[in-house]
């Protein structure tokens, strides 16, 4: 009787498992996988900024100017700052074709007080904190890092292997606010304040716009860009 009511179970499940299998839609081929940093080069630290700026000097140059990269790619590209950006939160969009959480944005933007709907794949004041933010922090690595893979390609000289080894060993820099305040600095750091700033292109020691002082909103048909965005065309 007891085996009876397991295979009967069991039968149960099958069926199940055969119609949940029919409803399955075909897996989407252009998933982009978070898989961190792919190039061979190992585990690297992540460097905090003034650690980086001081003492790794060619991969901070790669840093800024991949970062100034990033931001230049096309708002409409899923790998663009803007889009990569927008995963943690606004515009609460699906990205890469990854709906679910998304589906409340219409709701969400229709909300006067933007309470009781979704806002975005994010998970805050949650137990899966660590575990979402991990993999998130894992692909905005490896687009960083294979922007300044490319970007290493372009110098040339002596040198030019040496900036092929720092781009390698690239990961994303961390800035530590609780760290004391460096002699001649300002608490707020400077690399991270000024709106300019040098960095050491493929063609020489160049002064450009600072891609950690602000980022411009390159508008798109169809973004779904909220009130919040629409108030601040350049990010703080
Ligand atoms: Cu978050």
Known sequence: MKFA????????????LISSTVAIKPRQNSYTPAVGVQNGSGKQPRYEIRVM?????????????AMQAWQAMPQTDKMSFYQLSGIHGLPAVAWDGVTG???AA???NASPD?????????THSMTIFLPWHRPYLAL?????????????QKYTGPDKQLWIVAAKKLRLPYWDWAQARVAGDSSFPVIMGSSQI???TPTGWKSIPNP??????????GANHKTELQMYPVSL
């Open 5 to 16: 009511t397991v295979f009967t179970d069991i039968l149960l499940l099958s069926s199940t």
């Open 53 to 65: 700026h001081a003492s790794h000097p060619r991969m901070y140059s790669l840093f800024i100017l």
């Open 101 to 103: 959480p998304a589906k």
């Open 106 to 108: 219409s709701a969400w």
């Open 114 to 122: 933007r309470s009781g709907y979704n806002t975005g794949y994010c």
């Open 140 to 152: 905005v690595e490896q687009q960083l890092n294979s922007l300044a893979m490319t970007i290493a």
């Open 198 to 200: 040098s960095v050491q």
């Open 212 to 221: 950690l002082f602000k980022y411009t909103f390159n508008d798109v048909p």
